[in-house]
């Protein structure tokens, strides 16, 4: 069964330093996300992207956070100076079809402590 | 906007034990309902959905979720638990015809004993 799949799984960083994460989608889909998790609280919505372009972002989703499709298969996030507060688990998500109805499926995330 | 309330962060059963995990909602217009179960070091799985008509929904590996409008609602349960449901359980809304971005609750922590 196709799945998404992220890496790294675990990413240390100290504060101020630039950080990617990288999510490869299901191949056929072509609706992405990235969501996060801070530790002890919701999963909650960051951004959504679709033939390029963001359709969708968060409060959270600043100008330090960038989204990017750089070939046909990987899907990244990029954290410019990361801060203590990033740290959380993040999970990528892709659909098919980018409705409400339809199902996201996720990846196992990566965890990222800012030191 | 939308919120997701699951007010038990845990919850111990022992196996075959029956099992209910609260959902509540709160939303100004019309949701689709979601519950993602994330079992140890994996991603967040579909377990089932309501989109419209029957309001009680069933997952293949025997949970079942009811959305009640009048409650805000959308319990899961299941009658007999099993050790290999132990998992983190997250409930989750949509938009209908609008955003797709899903509004996720803090997750349920369900714990299977022997």
């Known amino acids: 069964e196709p799945e998404v799949t992220q890496t790294p799984s675990h990413q240390v960083t100290q504060m101020g330093q630039e950080v990617i994460l990288r999510c490869v989608p299901i191949?056929?889909?072509?609706?992405f996300y990235w969501y996060r998790q801070i530790l002890g609280q919701k999963v909650e919505f960051l951004v959504s992207f679709y033939n390029n372009e963001i359709s969708e972002k968060s409060e959270i989703f600043d100008d330090q956070f960038s989204v990017e499709r750089p070939d046909g298969s990987n899907f990244t996030l990029k954290i410019r100076s990361t801060k203590l507060e990033d740290s959380a688990m993040y999970f990528c998500?892709?659909?098919?079809?980018?409705?409400?109805?339809?199902?996201?499926?996720f990846g196992p995330g990566t965890r990222l402590t800012v030191l | 906007a939308q919120s997701v309330t699951q007010l038990d962060s845990q919850v111990p059963v022992f196996e075959e034990a029956p099992v209910e995990l609260r959902c509540n909602y709160s939303?100004?217009?019309?949701?689709?309902l979601f519950w993602y179960v994330q079992y140890p070091n994996q991603g967040l799985q579909l377990l089932l959905k309501?989109?419209?008509?029957?309001?009680l929904v069933e997952s293949i590996n025997g949970f079942e979720a009811e959305f009640n409008k009048s409650q805000t609602s959308f319990h899961l349960r299941k009658p007999s638990v099993h050790i290999s449901d132990t998992a983190e359980y997250f409930c989750?809304?949509?938009?209908?015809?609008?955003?797709?971005?899903?509004?996720f609750g803090k997750g349920t922590k369900l714990t299977v004993n022997p």
């Open positions: 998500a892709s659909s098919l079809e980018g409705v409400g109805a339809d199902t996201q499926y």
């Open positions: 989750a809304v949509s938009e209908q015809g609008g955003s797709e971005k899903l509004v």
């Open positions: 939303s100004s217009v019309s949701v689709y």
């Open positions: 191949s056929n889909h072509l609706y």
């Open positions: 309501y989109l419209s008509g029957s309001t």
